[in-house]
């Protein structure tokens, strides 16, 4: 029957003659049928919102098509593919990127004018997918562009939150959260497949059992919770591939609890069923901080098992052999959150496909690989034994196992060397027991990765010096990079006819080492006068979306200076502040005459609080007391402005790069692993004011040093200076704008009493009362490049002809052939 059913189809498919239009009457047509009968609208009555909705159902048709004949075709070829198994990913929102990347966008555009809409209108009404806390979750996203668009066969899985990020409103200067229902509305861009599921099991005992002989270890777990995939498309740009990234949600199971309703409790057992659903509820708001949580390691293993179950049947459908395995599959895991993934391999292998123990871990050592990035020994994740034992006993057995044999192989290089060895251990001993998460990674992947030059080397002599000293080849430099998809030609449409227009292709959209070619026009007097509008026009809109936010009425001719990223100590959004009180001080003691010398300035700051950071919290509140001073203040009038955006997020991002001046990147050096807001910055043409951190350093070696105004103390001198504890003596000016904020300058004066003791002699550990004096000189030097004009035109066409090298293609290019040994598979359609 099954036969027929597909002859059928064939033959229906060839009567369809292919594929769906995309002409500008079809394209009306199939939007106002989605208004009729997916919005359940009717055609002559719907708004904005549902006019986005069934635009979006039109789209979704168009990669569902896609994504189908890729994935028959990856099927068919059967390459070696790539599984990105990360817990967070940031999408933002997709309607634009997917017109753009399935080449269709002027069609839309045309089809929505003749039906009296507009394009740009529809695509504001989409919320943003905010799975993920910032950087990490961000560059999760650029990958999968970079995946889609280089045609590599890949993956990705994650887990899909009800609850993502949340939403951050701003009463009275405090920040507050709320919940990001981002479902609510439902999700056009998601495929729910309610027949592909898999039972993830936790809790339970271990028993020994006799099999052929052979004793062996079951696990006998004590609930049972289903994974349901959601598929959401990836489309590349310029190819008609279009991945998966498949996101599991909770569901109560159908296994364990027939007994509940036998004993008659139907109520409570409903109830107790739809518990199981909390495991995918929220995202941990927190980047850097563990907290050894159970639902935490529960959301862990929860994603890790199904798309290992999802990952092996596919494996199954063709290969009958393990031996195969590392030659049909690799498995990146996005920093340690997913690293439980390793011993649930070890167990599928040993305990259900039987396989011996050296055998099976051999296989696990040559599929994983991981990204590390956390800077910090602190940063890195630990789960109490206890929690592990009691969440998933067999596991914590398994990785005493690997732990012993690593001991065993270690005591062979470093015999009596105990220290070393408990350094190395992935058992930590101490007050809480617990399982090192790096340890368990290092000791298994093929190749470790840093995001940044700055970053590996931290890795190789600080963190993971011992690990470095036994395997010196594991530990590789990846250099993040963001997708100048989604960075310049969504977010920046008339930057990118620019340099189309310019380099004479289009190509450099997919192909971005073209864009240096810019360096050769970076000069020439008509290049400036469209780089200079389209800057502007950028700011204006800008500069309208802050009124309408804040009230703050901005001038066109200020130099926007932007810091946007999240609120943390060391990332020194502290530093801006003191840097604006500072600011604001001179002009208040200036007369007339000097007054007209100073550049006029737009401080922006935009970022996200940790719900329990109290210190960032307070930073935020600081922020919103002195924009409130000092733009009420008549003597200041348009020479500064301090403005707070709320909620950023990815779309947030999308409006304020384009238009900003100037970008700060302030953390104390070594604390940044890579950044990658500097890079988006960079693309668009904004100057860089930052210190030798992270990827500063290596944009400062593409750009040249003049183009970027970099500040501070180095990595290297970092520790001798926090040892020799600087003074707040180092710098009277220093001193001077933390007394202001002390003394109630700004209003309270109690609440901020603590936020001033962190920076004070003795305290600053992120040394900002060393790195003042600094600052000041790199922020005084941006006023002089700014009162230049045509200079300052030059450096920002120059940082845009020399971002190539932080496209994340040239990242996905590094991973594939060092670390994942994949090639392309593209779909010849
Ligand atoms: C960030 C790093 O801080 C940043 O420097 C880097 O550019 C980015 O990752 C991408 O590599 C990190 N985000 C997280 C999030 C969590 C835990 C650790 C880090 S490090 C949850």
């Given at each position: 029957r099954k036969g027929?059913?597909?002859?059928?189809?064939?033959?229906?498919?060839?009567?369809?003659?292919?594929?769906?239009?995309?002409?500008?009457?079809?394209?009306?047509?199939?939007?106002?049928?989605?208004?009729?009968?997916?919005?359940?609208?009717?055609?002559?009555?719907?708004?904005?919102?549902?006019?986005?909705?069934?635009?979006?159902?039109?789209?979704?048709?168009?990669?569902?098509?896609?994504?189908?004949?890729?994935?028959?075709?990856?099927?068919?070829?059967?390459?070696?593919?790539?599984?990105?198994?990360?817990?967070?990913?940031?999408?933002?929102?997709?309607?634009?990127?997917?017109?753009?990347?399935?080449?269709?966008?002027?069609?839309?555009?045309?089809?929505?004018?003749?039906?009296?809409?507009?394009?740009?209108?529809?695509?504001?009404?989409?919320?943003?997918?905010?799975?993920?806390?910032?950087?990490?979750?961000?560059?999760?996203?650029?990958?999968?562009?970079?995946?889609?668009?280089?045609?590599?066969?890949?993956?990705?899985?994650?887990l899909r939150y009800q609850y993502g990020l949340f939403r951050q409103i701003i009463v009275d200067g405090f920040q507050h959260e709320q919940p990001d229902f981002w479902l609510n509305f439902g999700n056009p861009w998601e495929i729910e497949r309610v027949h592909v599921s898999y039972p993830v099991k936790f809790y339970g005992t271990v028993e020994e059992e006799v099999l052929n002989g052979k004793k062996c270890k079951i696990w006998i777990p004590g609930e049972s919770v289903e994974a349901v995939a959601y598929d959401n498309p990836i489309p590349g740009y310029g190819t008609r591939n279009a991945i998966n990234l498949r996101l599991w949600a909770a569901k109560p199971s159908d296994q364990y609890d027939m007994e509940s309703y036998t004993t008659g409790d139907y109520i409570n057992a409903i109830v107790n069923r739809q518990k199981a659903e909390t495991i995918s509820n929220v995202l941990y708001p927190d980047d850097r901080s563990y907290q050894g949580k159970e639902l935490r390691l529960k959301q862990q293993y929860f994603f890790v098992s199904a798309s290992l179950q999802d990952i092996i049947r596919r494996f199954k459908d063709l290969h009958k052999n393990f031996d195969e395995f590392p030659e049909k599959i690799a498995l990146q895991i996005n920093d340690t959150h997913p690293s439980i993934s390793i011993a649930e391999v070890m167990r599928v292998l040993v305990d259900e496909e039987h396989l011996d123990w050296s055998k099976a871990w051999g296989i696990a050592c040559r599929i994983f690989s991981v990204t590390i990035h956390a800077v910090q020994p602190e940063g890195l994740e630990k789960i109490p034994v206890d929690l592990l034992g009691s969440v998933l006993p067999r596991h914590l057995e398994i990785i005493y196992e690997i732990n012993f044999r690593l001991m065993e192989e270690l005591k062979k290089s470093f015999d009596q060397d105990y220290d070393r060895l408990s350094r190395m251990s992935i058992i930590e001993?101490?007050?809480?027991?617990?399982?090192?998460?790096?340890?368990?990674?290092?000791?298994?992947?093929?190749?470790?990765?840093?995001?940044?030059?700055?970053?590996?080397?931290?890795?190789?002599?600080?963190?993971?010096?011992?690990?470095?000293?036994?395997?010196?080849?594991?530990?590789?430099?990846?250099?993040n990079g963001v997708?100048?998809?989604?960075?310049?030609?969504?977010?920046?449409?008339?930057?990118?006819?620019?340099?189309?227009?310019?380099?004479?292709?289009?190509?450099?959209?997919?192909?971005?080492?073209?864009?240096?070619?810019?360096?050769?026009?970076?000069?020439?007097?008509?290049?400036?006068?469209?780089?200079?509008?389209?800057?502007?026009?950028?700011?204006?809109?800008?500069?309208?979306?802050?009124?309408?936010?804040?009230?703050?009425?901005?001038?066109?001719?200020?130099?926007?200076?932007?810091?946007?990223?999240r609120i943390h100590e060391y990332k020194r959004q502290l530093l801006n502040i003191l840097g604006i009180i500072h600011r604001y001080d001179c002009i208040k003691n200036m007369d007339e005459s000097d007054k007209r010398r100073v550049v006029p300035r737009v401080c922006i700051i935009g970022g996200k609080a940790a719900?329990?950071?109290?210190?960032?919290?307070?930073?935020?509140?600081?922020?919103?007391?002195?924009?409130?001073?000092?733009?009420?203040?008549?003597?200041?009038?348009?020479?500064?402005?301090?403005?707070?955006?709320?909620d950023y997020n990815v779309s947030v991002a999308e409006l304020v790069i384009p238009g900003s001046d100037l970008s700060q990147h302030l953390s104390t050096a070594g604390h940044e692993a890579s950044g990658t807001g500097c890079m988006k910055f960079l693309m668009n043409g904004c100057l860089l004011l930052a210190t030798a951190d992270g990827s500063a350093v290596e944009i400062a070696e593409e750009i040249g040093e003049p183009n970027m105004f970099l500040f501070g103390a180095k990595v290297d001198e970092v520790p001798a200076l926090r040892e020799k504890g600087t003074t707040l003596k180092g710098s009277l000016q220093f001193a001077r704008v933390v007394r202001m904020v002390r003394d109630g300058y700004f209003g309270f004066k109690d609440y901020f009493k603590s936020l001033c003791d962190t920076v004070e002699d003795g305290g600053d550990f992120y040394l900002l009362g060393h790195d003042f004096a600094s600052y000041l000189e790199a922020q005084a030097a941006a006023d002089r490049a700014f009162v230049d004009q045509e200079k300052w035109t030059q450096m920002s066409i120059l940082s845009t002809a020399g971002s190539g090298k932080f496209s994340s293609d040239r990242t996905i290019e590094e991973y594939a052939e060092q670390s994942w040994g994949i090639e392309p598979c593209k779909c010849p359609f």
């Open positions: 027929g059913l597909k002859a059928k189809a064939e033959k229906m498919f060839g009567l369809m003659d292919g594929f769906l239009k995309n002409d500008s009457v079809s394209l009306q047509k199939d939007i106002l049928d989605h208004v009729e009968f997916t919005v359940a609208r009717s055609r002559f009555n719907f708004d904005d919102f549902e006019a986005y909705q069934a635009l979006a159902h039109s789209v979704r048709d168009r990669l569902i098509e896609r994504w189908h004949d890729t994935h028959q075709y990856f099927k068919k070829k059967d390459p070696k593919r790539i599984y990105f198994l990360s817990l967070e990913f940031l999408m933002g929102r997709s309607l634009t990127n997917s017109v753009i990347n399935l080449g269709i966008q002027d069609q839309y555009a045309d089809a929505l004018t003749q039906l009296g809409f507009d394009f740009e209108i529809l695509a504001e009404q989409e919320g943003d997918a905010a799975l993920g806390n910032g950087g990490l979750a961000r560059f999760a996203a650029c990958q999968m562009d970079s995946l889609a668009t280089l045609d590599y066969p890949a993956w990705g899985y994650g001993e101490g007050a809480v027991k617990s399982i090192r998460m790096a340890n368990l990674s290092l000791a298994c992947c093929h190749t470790v990765n840093g995001v940044s030059r700055v970053h590996l080397e931290t890795l190789k002599t600080r963190v993971f010096k011992d690990f470095y000293e036994l395997w010196p080849l594991k530990f590789q430099c990846k250099t997708t100048q998809r989604r960075w310049i030609v969504v977010s920046n449409p008339s930057l990118c006819s620019i340099i189309s227009k310019w380099l004479g292709t289009e190509a450099w959209i997919r192909n971005v080492d073209l864009i240096a070619g810019l360096r050769e026009y970076a000069k020439d007097p008509d290049l400036h006068t469209e780089w200079k509008n389209m800057k502007k026009v950028n700011k204006m809109r800008l500069a309208e979306y802050i009124e309408t936010l804040t009230s703050v009425k901005v001038s066109l001719d200020a130099m926007f200076d932007v810091q946007i990223k719900p329990g950071y109290e210190v960032a919290k307070k930073i935020i509140k600081l922020c919103h007391a002195v924009a409130d001073k000092v733009n009420s203040d008549p003597d200041i009038g348009d020479l500064l402005k301090v403005v707070f955006i709320p």
